[in-house]
């Protein structure tokens, strides 16, 4: 078991890719990501804090590191694309 503090090798990190590399698995993780907070504003708690950031460091693991800035760009291209929420008119 590999303390927190320590990022794993190569073997582990494909290790942690094969877990979410099928459909089901980027489903899971897309849940885990949500449920830890990763993509929300965390303004107190410390275990709030916490779970973000294990919730970014395991995105961090599947990148193998910091992510390459085509990764970045790729990312920022997908995002740029996604539908806006439809307005909700209370009339």
Same mark, same amino acid.
């Given at each position: 078991?590999? %303390? =927190?503090? @320590?990022?794993?090798? $190569? +073997? #582990?990190?494909?290790?942690? %890719?094969?877990?979410? *590399?099928? %459909? $089901?698995?980027? +489903?899971? =993780? /897309?849940?885990?990501?949500?449920?830890?907070? /990763?993509?929300?504003?965390? /303004?107190? &708690? *410390?275990?709030?804090? *916490? #779970?973000?950031?294990? &919730? #970014? %460091? #395991?995105?961090?693991? =599947?990148?193998?590191? +910091?992510?390459?800035? +085509?990764?970045?760009?790729?990312?920022?291209?997908?995002?740029?694309?996604?539908? @806006? =929420?439809?307005?909700?008119? $209370?009339?």
């Amino acid at each position: 078991m590999h %303390r =927190l503090d @320590l990022f794993p090798n $190569n +073997e #582990l990190i494909g290790q942690y %890719r094969q877990v979410f *590399a099928g %459909r $089901n698995g980027k +489903e899971v =993780l /897309t849940h885990m990501m949500y449920d830890l907070g /990763t993509f929300q504003e965390i /303004t107190s &708690g *410390a275990e709030d804090v *916490a #779970l973000k950031n294990f &919730g #970014l %460091r #395991l995105l961090k693991i =599947l990148a193998g590191g +910091e992510p390459a800035p +085509e990764s970045i760009d790729a990312f920022m291209v997908k995002l740029m694309k996604q539908p @806006l =929420l439809k307005e909700q008119h $209370n009339d």
